[in-house]
C-alpha cells in the first residue's frame, strides 16, 4: 500500500545527511556512534565493510579448496573400505544410476559454493560501476546469494547424520572425513562474507549525484 | 535524544517521524499502516510493515509452541536403523557428536550450535521480548538486546536445513537398510513448519516501535 505524504521523490538517509540503524531502519541526525533504539553500532557505510566482505570471501575460498582435496566420508564394510571425496560421492552416485540425488549433491556441494563466490565478487567489484546487471537485478543477485547460502551446510548435516546413524560394527561402519569440517568452514565463511556486504551501498549507485 | 526532530529534513515537511529502508536506505515518513496491510519501500520493494491482528500474541504462541517442539525433537529418539541383525539408535544430540572424535571436536559443536543451540536461544530472546508485550506490561531491561540478537542470529538457524538433511541421508542408507523414523523426526518437521510461520507473522517494525514508546 501507498504510504500517504510519500509522493514526494526518493531521497536516501545518506543524501539527506542522516544515518540510518541497519537493524532496525531508525533515523538519526549524523552523530552518534550507536543507535539509540537498538543499540546496535551505526555504520556510516564505508570501505571498511568491502574490506570485510574481501577477506571472509578470500578465507571461503582458501578452505574450499581442502574441502575437494579430502575425503568426506570414510566407508567400511565387510567386504572393503573406501574413501570418498564431495566429487567423487557424486560420480559413484552416478556409476550406480542414482542421477537425481547425483545431481542434487553436485548442485549443493559444487554449484551453489563455487557460483556464491562469483557472484560476490562480482557484485563487490560493480558497486559503483555500470555493467551488465541492473541495480534491480543485482539486488536480486543479493537476496539469492543470502537466501541460498545457508543451504549448502545440507552436506554437512548429511554427513553428520550417515556417521551417527551407519555405526553397526562389523557390517558397516561411516565416519566423517576431515573436509567435512573444511567444507563447514568455508560455508560460513561465505555467509560472513554474504553478511558484510551492506546493501545499501549496491543502491548508491542508483543515486543521481546531488 | 539522538532521535531525528519531525519536521527536521526540510522546511515545510508534514510533522512526521521517518524510517529508513534497511536495504537501499531510502527514507519514507513512518507509516500508519492499517491492520493486514503491507507497507513495502517505494525503491526496492522490501517490506517496511505489516501488522496484523494480535501479531505479538500470536508469534508468542508459535514461540512457545517450537520450544516445546524442540524439547521433543532433542529428547526422543529419531531414527531407529537395522540391518541383519543389527540395530542403531540415533538421537539429534548423536547427529551432533557425530564429528567429536580427534581433530573435528569443534565441528561437533558448530553442528550442536546450528541445529539446537542457536535456534532455542532465538526462541528464548524472541518470548522474553514479546512475553510483557502481550500482557501489555512494559518490556523487560535489555528487550531491544534481545531482540537484535534474535535478528541476529536469524540466518545462523539451521534446524530446517537439518530436516532436509535427514531426508536426503534417507534415500542414500534406505537402499541397504530398513529405517523406521521415531517421534523426535516429527517435532522436529513440525518445528520447521511452525518457524515459517513464525517468521512470516513477525512485523519487526511493530517490535521496534513497541520497544521503544516507554522509554519516553
Known amino acids: 500500500m501507498e504510504i500517504p505524504g510519500n509522493a514526494e521523490p526518493l531521497t536516501t538517509a545518506r ?91 553436485f548442485i549443493a556441494s559444487v554449484l551453489i559454493p563455487v557460483g556464491k563466490f562469483i557472484a560476490i565478487a562480482y557484485l563487490a567489484l560493480s558497486l559503483n560501476r555500470p555493467g551488465a546487471l541492473s541495480i534491480h537485478q543485482r539486488h536480486l543477485l543479493y537476496e539469492m546469494v543470502e537466501f541460498i547460502g545457508r543451504w549448502s551446510m545440507i552436506d554437512v548435516f548429511v554427513v553428520a547424520i550417515l556417521s551417527a546413524l551407519v555405526q553397526l560394527g562389523s557390517v558397516a561402519i561411516i565416519n566423517p572425513g576431515i573436509a567435512a569440517v573444511s567444507f563447514a568452514l568455508s560455508v560460513a565463511f561465505t555467509m560472513l562474507s554474504a553478511q558484510s556486504l551492506d546493501p545499501r551501498l549496491i543502491w548508491d549507485a542508483d543515486e543521481e549525484p546531488a | 535524544m539522538d532521535r531525528l526532530a519531525p519536521g527536521d529534513r526540510q522546511a515545510g515537511a508534514p510533522d512526521r517521524p521517518l524510517l529508513a529502508c534497511l536495504t537501499c536506505d531510502t527514507l519514507h515518513y513512518e507509516p500508519d499502516v492499517p491492520m493486514n496491510h503491507v507497507a513495502t519501500c517505494r525503491r526496492c520493494g522490501r517490506v517496511l510493515a505489516a501488522p496484523r491482528d494480535n501479531a505479538f500474541a500470536r508469534v508468542l504462541a508459535l514461540a512457545l509452541t517450537s520450544t516445546i517442539l524442540m524439547i521433543g525433537a532433542v529428547f526422543f529418539p529419531f531414527i531407529d536403523l537395522s540391518v541383519a541383525g543389527l540395530q542403531n539408535r540415533t538421537s539429534v544430540l548423536d547427529a551432533a557428536l557425530a564429528f567429536s572424535t580427534g581433530m573435528m571436536v569443534p565441528l561437533s559443536v558448530a553442528v550442536a ?35 537484535r540478537l ?14 532436509v538433511g535427514v531426508a536426503v541421508a534417507l534415500v542414500k542408507v534406505g537402499g541397504l537398510a530398513t529405517l523406521s523414523i521415531g517421534p523426535a523426526f516429527w517435532a522436529f518437521a513440525g518445528l520447521v513448519l511452525v518457524t515459517v510461520l513464525h517468521d512470516n507473522a513477525m512485523c519487526r517494525y511493530t517490535i521496534w516501535k513497541s520497544l521503544e514508546t516507554p522509554s519516553r
Not at chain 2, 534474535?150 to 530436516?163: D, G, K, Q, T, Y
Open chain 2, 150 to 163: 534474535a535478528e541476529r542470529l536469524r540466518p545462523w538457524s539451521m534446524a530446517e536445513i537439518f530436516v
Open chain 1, 15 to 105: 543524501r539527506a545527511g542522516m544515518l540510518a540503524c541497519t537493524r532496525c531502519g531508525l533515523v538519526h541526525a549524523s552523530g552518534p556512534a550507536r543507535c539509540g533504539r537498538c543499540d546496535a553500532p551505526l555504520d556510516p557505510r564505508g570501505r571498511k565493510s568491502l574490506q570485510a566482505v574481501w577477506a571472509w570471501l578470500l578465507a571461503g575460498v582458501v578452505v574450499y579448496i581442502p574441502a575437494n582435496i579430502y575425503p568426506m566420508l570414510r566407508t567400511a564394510t565387510l567386504l572393503e573400505q573406501s574413501e570418498s571425496t564431495i566429487v567423487g560421492g557424486a560420480i559413484d552416485l552416478l556409476e550406480h544410476g542414482s542421477y537425481g540425488v547425483a545431481a542434487i549433491v
Open chain 2, 113 to 147: 550450535l546450528l541445529i539446537v543451540l542457536i535456534p532455542v536461544t532465538r526462541l528464548g530472546a524472541i518470548i522474553y521480548t514479546l512475553l510483557p508485550l502481550v500482557r501489555g506490561c512494559a518490556p523487560w531491561p535489555h528487550a531491544p538486546l534481545a531482540f
